[in-house]
T-cell receptor, first 115, second 112 residues
């Protein structure tokens, strides 16, 4: 399967600060990446689809100005949580889809805790 | 059982027994399905997939069954091991290039 990395794996920040999470596709070029969020004991919820070289597509209810997505290269997408608040504390997971098989592979996730 | 609020349904099985995890998917037009395993604090791990033109697919120790009539997907794990303990999610793709949509998840607990 595809190898996907995320950085950082864990971050704790103060309320009001911004946090950037990186997602890298390590073994193939990904024109499309996906960002999911997962609260404790719940399923993964799609936040947005990140498209290389163009604007991300956000799911209903996800604030695009709060969750900034940049997909500047075929191997890197970043998610920036701006002016984070405690309710943004969650597990953020990125995913890439292999072009040949349609399968989505996931990164290891980033645990964000906002104090 | 069905999940209520924040509680994941849990399946407890004895080590060595077979496990069957069920999933009801939402969209009758979905064309692709995947089962993922998620261990605590980690991202989902691909287990097996199946396309809508199939009703069964086998992997190593795992089998996925698809019943499109009742929109039901199941994952069978043979000879369940302690390392199989995790939360299992089914995911469906509505069509074409749309991203996966996840089901609620089931926690599998293997009793040694």
């Amino acid at each position: 399967g595809a190898v996907v990395s995320q950085h950082p794996s864990r971050v704790i920040c103060k309320s009001g600060t911004s946090v950037k999470i990186e997602c890298r596709s390590l073994d193939f070029q990904a024109t499309t990446m996906f960002w999911y969020r997962q609260f404790p004991k719940q399923s993964l919820m799609l936040m947005a689809t990140s498209n290389e070289g163009s604007k991300a597509t956000y799911e209903q209810g996800v604030e695009k100005d709060k969750f900034l997505i940049n997909h500047a290269s075929l191997t890197l997408s970043t998610l920036t949580v701006t002016s984070a608040h405690p309710e943004d504390s969650s597990f953020y997971i990125c995913s890439v889809r292999t072009p040949s098989t349609d399968t989505q592979y996931f990164g290891p996730g980033t645990r964000l805790t906002v104090l | 059982g069905e999940s209520v609020g924040l509680h994941l349904p849990t399946l407890s099985v004895q080590e060595g027994d077979n496990s069957i995890i069920n999933c009801a998917y939402s969209n009758s037009a979905s064309d692709y399905f995947i089962w993922y395993k998620q261990e605590s604090g980690k991202g989902p791990q691909f287990i097996i997939d199946i396309r809508s033109n199939m009703d069964k697919r086998q992997g190593q120790r795992v089998t996925v069954l698809l019943n499109k009539t009742v929109k039901h997907l199941s994952l069978q794990i043979a000879a369940t091991q302690p390392g199989d303990s995790a939360v299992y999610f089914c995911a469906e793709r509505y069509s074409g290039n749309t991203p996966l949509v996840f089901g609620k998840g089931t926690r599998l607990s293997v009793i040694a």
